[in-house]
């Protein structure tokens, strides 16, 4: 059997040569996060449909019987309080990311994060699953096309399609 030499091969590992999942990610200058107005449509128009929806499953036994109505008041207060929590969860701010940590910036707080999972990039809307270092609580950051000028969102949309590609 003849053992050829292939050219250009070393047998020696080349230390210059370092693999591209170990080579730390470039610095995504911070991109402003305006509030989005159609992330705020969405949210108001997905809440008045729940709450007509249960209007309508218990509209026939609200006249019948007191406590279809205090149930009804109560899904009505339970869907309020959801739909304040997520107005009170949408971000405003900037968002970057440096020697591998997501920093977010808003009203003078800066926090810093990491991913929890994988990032949703479609042209209407991103999501960002991130994870506080300090308390590893989640947070989900989305990011609506109207929140980012065209600018940001171009940078934002290139810098997450090039430098978070699977790596197979």
Not at 38 to 53: D, E, G, K, V
Not at 92 to 120: I, N, P
């Amino acid at each position: 059997m003849l053992f050829v030499q292939i050219p250009g091969y070393k047998k020696t590992a080349d230390l210059q040569a370092v693999s591209s999942s170990s080579k730390p990610l470039p610095v995504l200058v911070a991109v402003s996060i305006f509030p989005s107005r159609w992330l705020l449509y969405f949210y108001r128009c997905t809440y008045l449909l729940l709450a007509a929806c249960l209007l309508l499953i218990i509209f026939p036994w609200l006249i019948t019987n007191i406590a279809w109505a205090i149930l009804l008041v109560a899904g009505w207060w339970g869907l309020w309080r959801g739909y304040r929590y997520q107005q009170k969860d949408l971000f405003a701010g900037e968002l970057g990311f440096e020697s591998g940590e997501w920093l977010l910036k808003a009203v003078g707080v800066t926090g810093k994060y990491q991913l929890a999972g994988e990032v949703l990039c479609w042209p209407l809307l991103i999501i960002l699953p991130l994870r506080e270092l300090d308390t590893r609580k989640c947070r989900y950051l989305l990011i609506a096309n109207d929140s980012l000028s065209p600018v940001d969102g171009a940078r934002l949309r290139t810098w997450l399609r090039v430098c978070l590609k699977p790596k197979t």
